[in-house]
């Protein structure tokens, strides 16, 4: 399953509230779940983002570079593995259907 953390600490992209972000998905056929827009950076980073990085580390450390950094999580919620913003989600599709293999 995917989930989508609309954040603005990146260049100030994404300044719309949460309603103004849904509206212009809408248009895309979007069905995965958009979270509220949090941060993933500094004091206020959301836990679900705590989590992740304390388990999984980029090139940066546990600093989240940029927009569409994406995290594999299996089945059980352990972090699997950690790809940057330029890995195309089809990129990582070996290692969704690995961990989907697994008892």
């Known amino acids: ?3 989508a953390f609309p954040c603005n600490q990146f260049g100030g992209q994404e300044p719309g509230t949460n309603e103004e972000i849904m509206e ?5 056929g979007i069905t995965f779940p ?5 941060d993933v950076n500094g004091n206020d980073t959301v836990p679900v983002f705590q989590y992740l990085k304390h388990h999984l ?3 940066l450390g546990s600093f989240i570079k940029w927009n569409f950094t994406k995290f594999l999580v299996d089945r ?3 972090p699997f593995k ?6 195309a989600p089809y990129d ?3 290692d969704i259907v690995a961990l989907l ?3």
Do not use: D
Not at 24 to 28: E, G, I, L, S
Not at 34 to 38: D, L, R, S, Y
């Open 1 to 3: 399953m995917i989930l």
């Open 34 to 38: 958009f979270f509220a827009k949090c």
């Open 92 to 94: 990582f599709e070996a």
């Open 24 to 28: 212009f998905v809408k248009p895309f």
């Open 101 to 103: 293999s697994q008892q």
């Open 57 to 59: 580390s980029g090139l």
């Open 82 to 87: 950690r790809y940057s913003p330029q890995t």
């Open 76 to 78: 059980n919620g352990k």
